[in-house]
């Protein structure tokens, strides 16, 4: 397959390639802070990877850090997600919104990380869970990656504790 690749991060197929190129990705921080905890995360971006790091703290019944940026898959045509990560052994979600909205319903997968290891992940749109603020929603409507307008990550699920998640690849694959 041919792909070209639009930024440091995100490839997607050459033949489907929009004008509005999503070369310069502006990641941010939604921590558990918007409810009372006290959890905190920065991302940073290198020449060749993304960079999502902190520490989750459970004080206040909270637990989570997350990044995310704006995104528009639209005329992708795309039918699956590559991912190449390396982690710290913890388990993190791929989120996706289908709205620009901060809050709201997301399309969520998780997967586990390989401690120092590079690990490459696909995921198809029936892999995804439709979920409200960590519920899984009644509805459940599989994904179709066009509809995406917000790409993250989280740490969640009571992991205590330092992070961290290098990501050297989000591949977009028809």
Known sequence: MTTKQLSSLFVFNVLVVSAQA????RWYAVNDSVMGGVSNSQVNQTAKSLIFEGNVSLENNAGFASIRTEFNAQGQNSKAIALRVKGDGQTYQLRLRTTNYLDGAAY?????????????????????????????LEQQVVIDFDDIKQLGFMIAGKQEGRFKLEVSKIEFKS
């Open 22 to 25: 999503n070369a310069n990705q």
């Open 108 to 136: 969520t997968h998780s997967f586990k990380t390989v401690k120092n290891e590079w690990v490459d992940i696909n995921f198809a749109p029936s892999d995804f869970t439709l979920t409200y603020r960590g519920r899984m």
